[in-house]
């Protein structure tokens, strides 16, 4: 085995964590899992018991104080991610955050800042952006099999939350009061930030519109129903710099099975449809199709774009998480050049966020940047 040379601190260990991050790291032969914190104490001992972490512990700071941790990985409640990233970063660790960095997109470019300026890699929970098919498709997007890229239309759909009785796991978005983003910011934000990459084009002007289909939920930290004016459905409309145009649908109460992503371009020489949905096994499909063509057509994935072991076989979670820990160690070793999916991505995608908020709540077209301070 190789030797293991980066030690990893996971503050969460939650659902999520034990589904894709921590196996993601395990898997990794150039990683180890140093140590666990979660606010409850058996989860953080049984996820460290699990995995072979030194530490199990409550209070995520005494992470930051080990010199054998070499990156942070935060997989907490969103409210709870801006400070614990700002912290990390601060005491000199690389970060893995999942989205949002921060629900203020000013917040993000703070610690985006700040990490460039202490030379720290970063990397957010963008799971979809290292899907073996997305991966592919935006190689031969940047080689020009589909030409000058023309729309991208983008969805992520599931009925997650079809169900009142199924539980918000944030209370935070337990709200009364005027519509809150919750599905934009949690479901949207992936085939946003894929947009970004393929189309390798910033977005000039949004208009969109958030909605609340079930305006009662259980809320998991009350155990009890309440009012929950979140957008669980949106749409919105957007500009690029480079004349494209794009349009996004987000929701955790449209039926349809998880994750529901689907991503599609139009080009002037073809094309392609990536579907990230585990139906009959198969937990993703890549299609393409001509100017002469009449229907898409099955296109094969290369090996190397999975990780080791890795097939379409395998579920998403563990098999797309494998590629984007795999991909944040080869950043902080210098095996690979450059920093993708990094807080400036982040921060890129919540201003989107945010400019689709305000566009909703004022009814009118928002210009970005939102202010002329970005950068």
């Not at 395990?26 to 140590?35: L, N, S």
């Not at 720290?120 to 929970?125: A, H, Q, S, Y």
């Not at 957007?238 to 996004?248: K, M, N, P, R």
């Amino acid at each position: 085995m190789a030797e293991q040379r980066l030690g990893v601190g996971v503050v969460g260990a939650g659902r999520w964590a034990n589904l894709a991050h921590l196996p993601g790291w395990a898997r990794d032969e150039r990683c180890r899992i140093v140590g666990v914190c979660d606010r409850e104490p058996d989860r953080a001992s049984a996820a460290a018991e699990r995995y072979g972490a030194e530490i199990a512990t409550q209070d995520y700071r005494v992470l930051l104080d080990r010199d054998d941790i070499d990156i942070i990985d935060v997989v907490t409640r969103d409210g709870e991610h801006f400070p614990i990233n700002r912290a990390a970063i601060e005491a000199g660790k690389h970060v893995l955050s999942e989205k949002p960095v921060a629900h203020d997109y000013r917040d993000v470019r703070q610690v985006a800042k700040l990490a460039q300026a202490k030379g720290l890699k970063t990397k957010v929970g963008f799971t979809f952006r290292y899907s073996p098919a997305v991966r592919y498709l935006k190689d031969l997007i940047s080689q020009g099999d589909l030409g000058t890229p023309f729309i991208y239309n983008a969805y992520e759909q599931n009925s997650q939350w079809l169900d009142p009785r199924s539980a918000l796991r944030s209370q935070e978005r337990a709200t009364d009061g005027p519509i809150k983003v919750a599905s934009l910011e949690g479901y949207g934000a992936p085939v946003i930030d894929i947009g970004h990459w393929f189309m390798a084009s910033d977005l000039t002007a949004v208009v969109g519109v958030l909605r609340n289909f079930v305006p009662e939920r259980m809320i998991s930290a009350t155990g009890a129903m309440a009012r929950t004016n979140i957008d669980d459905g949106d749409i919105f409309i957007g500009e690029f710099a480079s004349g494209a145009i794009c349009s996004v649908q987000s929701s955790f109460v449209t039926v349809g099975n998880y994750p529901g992503i689907e991503v599609r371009v139009y080009g002037s020489e073809g094309a392609a449809i990536a579907r990230l949905v585990e139906e009959f096994g198969i937990c993703e499909t890549l299609k393409m199709a001509r100017p002469d063509d009449v229907e898409f057509r099955d296109v094969q994935v290369p090996e190397r774009y999975y990780p080791p072991g890795g097939s379409p076989r395998e579920s998403w979670r563990t098999l797309y998480y494998a590629n984007l820990t795999a991909n944040f160690a080869s950043e902080v070793l210098g095996e690979v050049e450059g920093n993708q999916g990094n807080f400036d991505d982040g921060l890129w995608v919540q201003e989107v966020i945010n400019a689709v908020e305000i566009s909703h709540h004022e009814r009118r077209w928002v210009n970005l940047p939102l202010d002329s301070a970005k950068g």
